[in-house]
């Protein structure tokens, strides 16, 4: 069973920075891909970064990249997504989510969710 926890969230000014965590704290190892995703109030969620498992390629939203990068030292450690340069409109609940091994950009692909945590970027 997989089992998400994120970590590291809060408040941030614009420009600053913050780096998310996503753990496992399952018993079971898993190969699978990692996805991050957020919601505003009022809007749908979106997809933000995600890296596969085996290969490691990453995929990003255009709004974020060359701002957010997603990291895995590897299989067993957190994933990472260090976001720099914050804007105000990347406030949102972030969720980190899983599914096996090859990442994709849709949350309806995703088997596995952490509860979400929130980041504010006050202006």
């Given at each position: 069973?997989?089992?998400?926890?994120?970590?590291?969230?809060?408040?941030?000014?614009?420009?600053?920075?913050?780096?998310?965590?996503?753990?496992?704290?399952?018993?079971?190892?898993?190969?699978?891909?990692?996805?991050?995703?957020?919601?505003?109030?009022?809007?749908?969620?979106?997809?933000?970064?995600?890296?596969?498992?085996?290969?490691?390629?990453?995929?990003?939203?255009d709004s974020v990249k060359d701002r957010?990068?997603?990291?895995?030292?590897?299989?067993?450690?957190?994933?990472?997504?260090?976001?720099?340069?914050?804007?105000?409109?990347?406030?949102?609940?972030?969720?980190?989510?899983?599914?096996?091994?090859?990442?994709?950009?849709?949350?309806?692909?995703?088997?596995?969710?952490?509860?979400?945590?929130?980041?504010?970027?006050?202006?």
């Open positions: 069973q997989v089992h998400l926890v994120e970590s590291g969230g809060g408040l941030a000014q614009a420009g600053g920075s913050l780096r998310l965590s996503c753990s496992d704290s399952g018993r079971t190892p898993v190969s699978y891909a990692v996805g991050w995703f957020r919601q505003s109030p009022g809007k749908e969620r979106e997809f933000v970064a995600a890296i596969s498992w085996s290969s490691g390629k990453t995929y990003y939203a957010f990068t997603i990291v895995r030292d590897n299989v067993k450690a957190p994933v990472y997504l260090q976001m720099n340069n914050l804007r105000p409109e990347d406030t949102a609940v972030y969720y980190c989510a899983a599914r096996p091994v090859l990442a994709t950009t849709s949350a309806l692909e995703y088997d596995y969710w952490g509860q979400g945590i929130q980041v504010t970027v006050s202006s």
